[in-house]
């Protein structure tokens, strides 16, 4: 039977100690708010792409210190029960600048200790990469990162990570919920033990100092980069980045890159930026006037908990290109295969990762090549357990990659991480450079040797979830001639035929009969991919459309290939066009257009 909201609301008032969040319960209901209660306490927040990742403010649904006590007791329990000598191995913790970051680090510290189990506390803002490294450093049962990544200023997130220090899948993220659900009763609010307890340790300068050891092999042109001339303007979006990369940037021995000042002092308001996501429209534009005030060849940009990378180049004209998160994988691809083919291992034992949404050129460039190439669904938990599953069959899987401007390097960290893509990317182009090149025309050589692709990534905001699944329903049943057992998906999409079909909510792939049932696992919300092509074959587009599993959002990822670069160009905004209007209902259903 379904709780009342006065028993969700009670149980709340019952159990929530910290005197702000009561607070905004008490206005609520004394104001008679029953649809905002409703919102906030019906249901529970849930593991998404990436953790638990919502608003700060009260209720069951959000981000608070009451979700983060209980989801750190669950997890605990989860991890004593499954995990070889847990207490002893114990946790791995960071946070990023956001408010309430730091109390809620020290939180799960406590909840950790109250139950005899070391907690490695990393002090001071990290960036996320340094906790799984630290998990796997410090041979850690598991590691939690506070950040609610490039969000809006308004929210926070817990991501976590598992023993083999790549965030959690199936099964354990249920495990772990159900664990939460039976560890509800809030043990401490008392974040100071992590001052007093023998427990807690810190081992941060250390585990800093070997993050970066381990970053230095990545660096291959020391010489080179050294001498180059090529400049480079950074921002990390009021992030944690600034001194990780410019340490890193010693690390690689270039000369010190141009800060973008507005945005390198960490920030929880992000005052200069609508969005702090380096993938948004205008993200980069202060970097840009930075760059060119400083008459610099590049841009760098992480996000603010500086797991994702972004760059710009500047054109001979003097425009700026940015690169999509595509484009930017294409390059980081050739330059890991330029390498792994310089080392004299056979390229049979060399296997790439990429998202199903992510570009399919790098599946073009491992079929000519010769490498293995596996996609995975969006995510980088995905990206990183396909990673060691091929390490476990063989593989060697020096990179990885998803659209959404993440980059794995090496071996060391299963995650993507925006300091070593910075310092890659730095050392790419000034090789390139140095032999009269640029990434952008680097970008067309490789377009020549392994075809034409471009995408066209966005998304569509909406904020109540029964219009979006109408939408996908409708999308289900386009023509009203849907039964139980089989979908009708349009046809035809911006004049091309769809030639496949492959719904990952519901479990069909039409280019598998008898069963259509998809090689890939099913996803947690709505995606649908659908792949369509010209009358004479010559032009294709893949389009995949998803709910986000970390803001309220319906994402599209379409993709266009084939000889004619310039019919590609031009089909791809009737596509969008058509997508938002016949598909999605946009202005009908009240859709935000970013
Ligand atoms: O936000 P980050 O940088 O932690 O990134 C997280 O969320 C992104 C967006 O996910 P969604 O499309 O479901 O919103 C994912 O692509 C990424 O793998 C995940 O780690
Ligand atoms: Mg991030």
């Known amino acids: 039977m379904q709780a009342s909201l006065q028993d969700l609301t009670h149980e709340w008032l019952r159990i929530d100690k910290n005197p702000e969040t009561r607070k905004e319960v008490e206005r609520l209901l004394s104001e008679g708010r029953t649809d905002e209660l409703e919102k906030r306490m019906r249901s529970r927040i849930e593991f998404g792409t990436a953790g638990l990742r919502g608003r700060m403010e009260a209720g069951w649904s959000r981000m608070n210190d009451l979700i983060v006590i209980q989801a750190s007791q669950g997890l605990c329990a989860y991890v004593l029960e499954q995990v070889t000598d847990a207490a002893n191995r114990g946790i791995v913790i960071g946070h990023d600048h956001r408010y309430n970051s730091e109390k809620w680090a020290k939180l799960t510290a406590a909840a950790f200790i109250s139950k005899g189990v070391k907690a490695y506390l990393l002090k001071g ?198 690169f999509t998160g595509d484009q930017l994988g294409t390059l980081f691809a050739s330059a890991v295969l330029a390498k792994y083919k310089a080392s004299g291992k056979p390229l049979n034992k060399l296997a790439m990762v990429a998202s199903t949404v992510s570009s399919k050129m790098i599946e073009a460039m491992a079929s000519t090549e010769g490498f293995k190439f596996v996609e995975c669904l969006t995510g980088f938990k995905f990206i990183g357990n396909t990673a060691l599953t091929l390490v476990q069959e063989g593989y060697e899987v020096p990179f990885g990659y998803e659209e959404a401007i993440g980059y794995m390097f090496g071996s060391e960290i299963r995650d993507k991480d925006g300091v070593a893509a910075s310092m890659v990317f730095a050392e790419l182009v000034a090789g390139l450079h140095a032999i009269g090149k640029s990434a952008s025309s680097h970008l067309q050589d490789l377009y020549k040797q392994y075809g034409y692709f471009q995408t066209s990534n966005s998304y569509f905001v909406c904020t109540d979830p029964p219009t979006i699944d109408k939408i996908f329903a409708r999308i289900r049943d386009y023509d009203g001639k849907a039964t139980k057992t089989t979908p009708s998906y349009p046809s035809t999409l911006a004049g091309l035929s769809i030639t496949s079909i492959r719904d990952l909510t519901i479990g069909y792939d039409s280019t598998n009969p008898p069963t259509f049932k998809p090689s890939l696992p099913l996803s947690s919300g709505h995606m649908i991919q659908f792949r369509a092509q010209s009358s004479d074959g010559k032009t294709k587009i893949t389009l995949t459309t998803r709910t986000s599993g970390t803001e309220p959002k319906i994402k599209y990822y379409l993709e266009g290939s084939g000889e004619d670069a310039n019919a590609v160009s031009t089909l791809l905004p009737k596509v969008v066009a058509e997508l938002a209007e016949a598909w999605m209902q946009a202005s009908k259903n009240g859709l935000g257009i970013p």
């Open 125 to 322: 803002l990290v960036h996320t990469p340094l906790v799984p490294f630290g998990v796997k450093k410090l041979n850690a049962a598991c590691g939690v990162m506070i950040t609610a990544s490039h969000n809006p200023k308004q929210d926070n997130g817990y991501k976590v990570y598992w023993e083999n220090a790549v965030q959690i899948i199936c099964p354990h993220d249920t495990g772990i919920a159900q664990s939460i659900l039976a560890n509800l009763e809030p043990r401490s609010w008392d974040e100071s033990v992590v001052s007093s307890s023998s427990l807690c340790l810190d081992r941060t300068e250390e585990m800093k100092d070997a993050y970066f050891q381990t970053l230095s092999t990545l660096c291959e042109t020391r010489s080179l980069n050294k001498q180059s001339t090529i400049s480079f303007v950074n921002t990390s979006m009021h992030g944690v980045s600034h001194v990780f990369v410019e340490r890193a940037f010693k690390t690689f021995d270039f000369a010190p890159f141009t800060a973008v000042q507005e945005q390198a002092t960490p920030d929880p308001e992000f005052p200069t930026v609508k969005f702090p996501n380096p993938e948004e429209k205008g993200a980069l534009d202060l970097a840009i006037a930075t760059a060119n005030r400083e008459k610099a060849n590049y841009v760098l940009a992480q996000d603010p908990d500086s797991d994702r990378f972004s760059a710009a180049e500047r054109r001979p004209d003097g425009t700026w290109v940015t």
